[in-house]
């Protein structure tokens, strides 16, 4: 009997002890809350950009995300409370808290440490907005006495012109723009916590491809060097993959970015850039001799020897539009025809699209020396007709 209470004496104040430790647990998982409404409203956007490229809107199943030094709260928007930018958010807080973090979407955000870190997605898909729902991250620091506050978007853009409908998706390539990061009340990105060089977007399931019109990729602000950045179209009719790549930085600004465009006319155009010379005309060897030189910008020089035994020397500027090429001369001449253009490796056939017999075939070449080089080194002959 004595060594039992003995054994009452040694434990009574282990029991105390994890009494207390239970109560301590408890109380903190326990935390009293205490409801919070307030108004918040976006710096420039939340989960989709309207059609003009900059009004913004909330939806009702919206999340928004507080964290009041205990817990990341889900807080939803008030029935009938949207008015554009604007909108009410409901939900509960620690009564002890004061000063407060948001963050916008809910989904995307974490606390550790006490800091938020988000998840920019590397996959988006876009559905029925011009951006994906919730790829827009946000951050904001207030008083729980304040009546409203603002979130600040800590992402940059990349817009995306689509002139055909048959893309089925997107995919960027550059330096940390997706991953997850710590970012302060400001929208600032303080730490990298994992860095992605590639996002992808993908049309919503139930269209397969892209509409036409302008979609917004979100992408983390950062700097890209020189032939790094690069977005590649990929095409659902299983054409080959349209590629373009920018050769300077690229920076992509918080709040900011740049714009590209998609148009299966800048494959034709960027495999049309380079040196060619006339091989054959209407179905027959020339008698003539014609030189083209095409630049990446649109520029088309143009030699000519036909009526003259000296080289004729014109410059123009190409348009590709519905699949027919024309030009204007540099005094405002308009070309002869427009054309429809195929180009089978070295090879480049016009096709005058009110003449299907008038048939001119390039192949690829060097320029020949002694070619003059600025219109004014050439004999001009205007009475003479130009080739294009």
């Not at 020189?226 to 590629?243: E, M, W």
């Not at 308009?334 to 056939?349: F, H, K, L, N, P």
């Not at 003449?355 to 020949?368: A, F, K, M, N, Q």
Request: a negative charge; proline letters at 4%; aromatic letters at 10%.
């Amino acid at each position: 009997m004595k060594r039992f209470f003995k054994f009452l004496y040694y434990a009574t104040p282990l029991i105390v002890l994890m009494a207390c430790s239970v109560e301590q647990i408890s109380i903190e998982q326990s935390s009293k809350l205490e409801p919070l409404t307030i108004a918040i409203n976006g710096e420039m956007s939340r989960t989709y950009i309207g059609e003009d490229g900059k009004s913004v809107n909330w939806c009702y199943d919206d999340v928004v995300g507080i964290y009041d030094g205990v817990s990341l709260r889900e807080f939803t928007i008030v029935e009938g409370s949207i008015d554009g930018k604007t909108a009410q958010i409901t939900g509960m807080v620690a009564a002890e808290a004061t000063t407060l973090r948001a963050v916008y979407p809910y989904s995307a955000a974490e606390v550790v440490d006490g800091d938020i870190v988000l998840t920019a997605p590397d996959n988006q898909q876009i559905d029925d907005h011009t951006a994906m729902d919730g790829a827009i991250l946000s951050v904001a620091e207030f008083e729980k006495g304040s009546p409203a506050f603002t979130l600040k978007n800590i992402m940059g853009f990349l817009r995306i012109d689509i002139t055909e409908n048959d893309l089925h998706s997107v995919i960027v390539e550059g330096n940390g723009i997706a991953g997850k990061v710590k970012v302060d009340a400001e929208g600032n990105i303080t730490k990298v916590i994992e860095s992605k060089s590639q996002v992808t977007l993908v049309a919503g399931s139930a269209t397969e491809t892209f509409a036409i019109g302008s979609y917004y990729i979100t992408l983390l602000p950062g700097t890209t060097p020189a032939g790094n950045f690069k977005v590649t179209y990929k095409r659902s009719n299983n054409a080959s993959d349209l590629v373009k790549v920018v050769e300077r930085d690229i920076t992509i600004p918080r709040n900011g970015g740049f714009s590209t465009s998609y148009a299966p006319a800048d494959d034709t155009i960027a495999r049309m850039v380079g040196s060619w010379h006339l091989t054959e005309w209407a179905g027959s060897e020339p008698s003539f001799d014609v030189y083209l030189s095409i630049a990446e910008e649109g520029t088309v020089e143009l030699w000519q020897r036909i009526e003259s035994f000296e080289w004729e020397y014109f410059e123009s500027t190409m348009t590709y539009q519905g699949g027919l090429l024309s030009g204007t001369y540099q005094d405002g001449v308009e070309w002869r025809a427009s054309y429809e253009v195929t180009i089978d490796g070295d090879t480049m056939t016009w096709t005058d699209s009110l003449d299907p017999t008038d048939i001119s075939v390039y192949g690829r070449c060097e320029l020949p020396e002694g070619l003059p080089t600025k219109p004014a080194e050439a004999t001009r002959t205007t009475s003479t007709e130009r080739f294009l």
